[in-house]
């Protein structure tokens, strides 16, 4: 097969899968299932095959939205390391994830149309990750907030899932309005919008810094949505409605990554704004990473910890684009962060099965004689995670707060107080769910999950614990060399023992209920309840307003009030209509004379 | 002498045309617009033209007026009633007419033609008949095989309308 | 001699006395003589025309002569129309008078 065809398969065969499923195949459960993993599995061989062989890299483009002088927007493919690794990371989880969905969704009712979203999301993952220029991406990119939409409102019965669904596509509305504001900016400033001849042609042109600060930002606000930043993370925690793969694959691993992976795009770009733009990236990321940290202590239901964990750990990539030299530091923790955090979600996954579907962690407890695999697995996971010495996450977490003390004291220690978060809340969540008694009959009887699910764990454990080794990650980044100062690996190795401690201390005894209690925390910092306030009270104020506007002014004044002025010439002219002949005459006599008049000597 | 005959039959045609409005009895009125239309006859013939005199007095003061005698004396219609004078209507129908007349007065006044006398005729030696014939059988054919279905069509009408059951 | 003027303002005030008889009178047959006045009042102002039109031959012109026939003419049917009209609306109503006949309006 002709290699330059491979990144079009790769992008292609998910759609293809989706329409087959969904037009021949709604009915077939099992049908569905081995289309969608087939797929899966084929976009993993050829992704692998075009990363082991970078001579077959190749750029291709069609020609698309086409207006000579104008504006040029090809359908293309770029294929360098970027790219490739990112290919990889998606396809491979994604299929590891699609095997797992075959256990975690049986006996559900709506399998065909479950595959059928994850394929579209596949799709449109795959766009985002081979894209080549800025509106193709966005195009991906609203494709990915659809299939997000589809997958979290997966349960639509249940009105809590279709309200998340709603949320999650209306809040990212917010930053992708910015995110257009800001291709549009670039556009207009470059004339291209292509990433490559953006890059080339902003320093051909002279801007006021102003101008390369506001469309930074604004594309900036495209990762505040998708990437769940502070002040847009509300949907995140909320999409954990949806079924756990579904969280596992796209609320962790890949899609909350595009944003991340946006900004390392665009990376070069970055480097050449004024520095206040990363300024704010970085505190953005910084503030994230804590104050989601936070949130997640308190929080009682086992994935919403997992989600807060996430935009924590996404608020570190963001640190990372902000503070190091080169994307692939950022990269790096993309890289290893989907493999463990996908890996911890799918243990959570195997775990809420294993309980009947019950997601409070104060019913659980005592799972570790009951599953030991799973636990194995979610203790590589949390060790990977919370940056334990020998796994992923020590060395992807540690280079980047090596440059954020490189770069900025203040957020260095928050970066380490969020890692001793990290610590204490997965902790937590390990005591409380594994150690100890059981708090309640389902808990008392849960049993370790089938093979189709334990295997992708294992298989991810592998990958958690061996994807940060040097050997490994060099394959795939060209990371700086350098030494990281003492400091930073001290203070990471205390945080990790600090947070351990204290979570050993509250939670090791197994108490019925949390012996902490933080209502701040707990209620996110009633972030989530001042959007409701804004919603129904601004939005909802706003739409009596319009209500009334369209009431009296549109149909009243408008619609209504041109009917009644007719009516009521209409209404007036009729008393001139006397049934009298002589008054005709009179009018007409009248009316002749002035006619006459006017035309003879006028 | 064509003078004073004009100025004679004028005064004669509009004294009888005012009878007819001031009349309050139907049956003088027509009697008066016979004399009047018998009036405008002489006063065409004053025209040289002699052939529409006489269709005057044959169509208008014949035809015509027996008609409208006819309908009188079949609906029997005695003098009117006087009735309460309608000073709006009254008022209003003056003040049109008032100025139609200073109308009528200014157009004459303000037309240079109107001042010279008739350009004279070339002889007594033509039929007036023959080329009234003449112009309506070769330039107005068309308008007259019209007017001929006009009517028919009247004619038909008038046997319709005057139906009992007009319902 | 009478001048073309002369004609013209007879002429006119014929169609005065008749419009006067549309406006003034409420009996619909005295109305309907007024109308006649005036249609006599435009073929009088036509002969006149006529007769100050002369052609190269030395004749009046014959093409308004020939209109002022047509007029008669339509006139004369016209005639026989609305004085079927009035006999049909005197049978229903048993009146002329146009004040009694104010129905057709809102």
Redesign the interface.
């Known amino acids: 097969m002709d290699p330059h065809l491979y990144p079009w398969i790769i992008l292609f065969a998910p759609l293809v899968a989706a329409g087959l499923i969904l037009l021949l195949l709604p009915r077939r459960n099992a049908a569905a299932g081995v289309v969608g993993i087939a797929t899966a599995a084929l976009t993993c061989l050829l992704s692998w095959k075009v990363f082991l062989q970078p001579e077959l890299a190749v750029t291709a483009q069609i020609p698309w939205l086409d207006i000579p002088g104008v504006f040029a927007v090809p359908i293309g493919v770029i294929l360098d390391d970027l790219s490739r690794v990112m290919l990889v990371v998606v396809t491979t989880i994604a299929t590891l994830v699609f095997v797992y969905s075959a256990g975690y969704m049986r006996g559900d009712e709506g399998i065909p149309r479950y595959y059928a979203a994850l394929c579209l999301f596949l799709f449109s993952m795959l766009g985002i990750v081979l894209a080549d220029n800025f509106v193709m991406m966005y195009i991906f990119w609203e494709l990915v907030g659809v299939s997000s939409y589809i997958l979290i409102g997966h349960y639509y019965r249940k009105d809590s899932a279709a309200d998340a669904g709603k949320q999650a596509f209306l809040v990212n509305r917010v930053g992708d309005f910015g995110f257009l504001l800001g291709i549009l900016m670039l556009w207009l400033a470059t004339g291209s919008v292509m990433f490559s001849g953006i890059e080339q042609n902003l320093s051909a042109v002279t801007l006021h810094p102003g101008y390369l600060i506001a469309a930074c930002l604004l594309v900036f606000c495209g990762t505040l949505g998708k990437s769940a930043q502070m002040p847009l993370h509300v949907w995140l925690p909320n999409s954990m409605e949806g079924p756990t793969p579904v969280s596992s694959l796209l609320h962790a691993a890949t899609m909350v990554a595009a944003g991340v992976y946006m900004l390392a795009r665009i990376f070069p770009v970055l480097l050449a704004a004024p520095e206040v733009v990363r300024d704010v990236i970085m505190w953005v990321g910084a503030i994230t990473c804590f104050a989601a940290g936070l949130m997640a202590t308190q929080q009682d239901d086992i994935k919403r910890i997992l989600a807060y964990s996430t935009i924590s750990q996404l608020g570190y990539m963001v640190v990372g684009i902000a503070v190091a030299p080169v994307n692939d530091v950022a990269m790096f923790h993309l890289f290893t962060h989907a493999f463990f955090k996908c890996l911890l979600f799918l243990c959570a996954g195997s775990v809420i099965i294993a309980v009947h579907h019950e997601q409070d962690i104060w019913k659980m407890g005592g799972l570790l004689p009951r599953m030991p695999l799973t636990a194995l697995c979610l203790v590589a996971g949390t060790l990977a995670l919370v940056g334990c010495p020998g796994f992923s996450g020590y060395y992807s977490k540690d280079l980047i707060v090596a440059y954020a003390h490189g770069a900025n004291t203040a957020v260095f220690w928050i970066t380490a107080g969020a890692a001793l978060l990290t610590s204490f809340y997965m902790f937590r969540l390990f005591f409380v769910v594994f150690w100890g008694r059981p708090r309640g009959s389902h808990a008392e009887h849960a049993k370790q999950s089938p093979a189709i699910m334990t295997i992708p764990l294992l298989l991810l454990a592998v990958a958690a614990v061996a994807a940060g080794y040097p050997a490994v990650s060099k394959h795939f980044f060209a990371l700086p060399h350098g030494e990281i100062p003492h400091i930073v690996h001290f203070a990471l190795l205390a945080a990790l023992l600090g947070g351990l401690a204290l979570a050993a201390l509250l939670y090791a005894r197994s108490p019925m209920t949390d012996p902490v209690r933080v209502p701040l925390f707990a209620n996110r910092f009633y972030i989530d309840n001042f959007y409701d306030w804004l919603v129904a009270r601004g939005q909802g104020g706003l739409a009596v307003l319009s209500s009334w506007f369209d009431r009296w002014i549109i149909d009243g004044l408008v619609v209504t009030g041109a009917a009644r002025t007719v009516w009521a010439t209409g209404y007036v002219l009729r008393f001139l209509q006397l049934g009298n002949l002589?008054?005709y005459a009179?009018f007409f006599?009248?009316g002749v004379?002035a006619l006459?008049?006017f035309l003879?000597?006028r | 002498m064509?003078?004073i005959l004009?100025?004679v039959l004028?005064v004669l045609?509009?004294g009888s045309?005012?009878a007819?409005?001031l009349f309050r009895n139907?049956v003088n009125?027509?009697m008066s617009?016979v004399l009047?239309?018998l009036a405008?006859a002489a006063?065409?013939v004053?025209?040289?033209?002699f052939?529409?005199g006489i269709?005057?007095v044959l169509?208008?003061a014949g035809?015509?007026m027996v008609?409208?005698l006819f309908?009188?004396m079949?609906?029997d219609?005695k003098a009117?009633a006087r009735?309460r004078l309608?000073v709006a209507?009254?008022g209003?129908?003056?003040a049109?007419?008032a100025?139609?007349?200073l109308?009528?007065?200014?157009?004459?006044?303000s037309?240079p033609?109107?001042?010279?006398?008739?350009?004279?005729?070339?002889?007594a030696d033509?039929s007036d008949v023959a080329?009234?014939g003449?112009?309506?059988f070769s330039?107005?054919n068309l308008?007259f095989q019209v007017?001929g279905v006009?009517?028919l069509v009247?004619?038909v009408?008038?046997v319709i309308?005057?139906r009992r059951s007009?319902r | 001699?009478?001048?073309?003027?002369?004609?013209?303002?007879?002429s006119?005030?014929?169609?005065?006395?008749?419009?006067?008889?549309v406006?003034?009178?409420?009996?619909l047959?005295?109305i309907?003589?007024?109308l006649?006045?005036m249609l006599?009042a435009a073929?009088?102002s036509l002969?006149?025309f006529?007769?100050?039109g002369?052609t190269a031959?030395?004749?009046?012109d014959?093409?308004a002569?020939?209109l002022?026939?047509?007029i008669?003419?339509?006139?004369?049917?016209?005639?026989?129309?609305g004085?079927?009209?009035?006999?049909?609306l005197?049978?229903?109503r048993q009146t002329?008078?146009v004040?009694d006949l104010d129905r057709m309006k809102f």
Do not use: C
Request: avoid cysteine; proline fraction near 4%.
């Open positions: 002589q008054a009179f006599g009248a004379l006459l008049y003879v000597f | 064509l003078n004009f100025w004028s045609m509009l045309a005012a007819v409005v139907p009125s027509a617009l009047s239309f405008l006063l065409y004053t025209l040289d033209a052939f529409i269709i005057q169509v208008y035809a015509v008609l409208f309908i009188i079949l609906l219609l009117e009735r309608n209507a009254l209003g129908g003056l049109v007419l100025g139609f007349i109308l009528v007065v200014q157009v004459v006044k037309l033609a109107a001042r010279l006398p008739f350009p004279p005729l070339a002889g033509h080329e009234v003449r112009a309506l330039n107005f308008p007017i006009l009517l009247s004619t009408g008038v309308l005057s007009l | 001699m009478p001048t073309l003027g002369d004609y013209l303002l007879v006119g005030l014929l169609f005065s006395i008749g419009l006067a008889g406006l003034l009178r409420r009996n047959l005295i309907f003589m007024g006649e006045l006599n073929n009088l002969v006149a006529a007769r100050h002369v031959f030395g004749l009046p014959y093409n002569q020939v002022v026939f047509f008669i003419t339509v006139a004369a049917a016209e005639v026989a129309v004085l079927a009209i009035i006999v049909a005197y049978r229903l002329t008078h004040e």
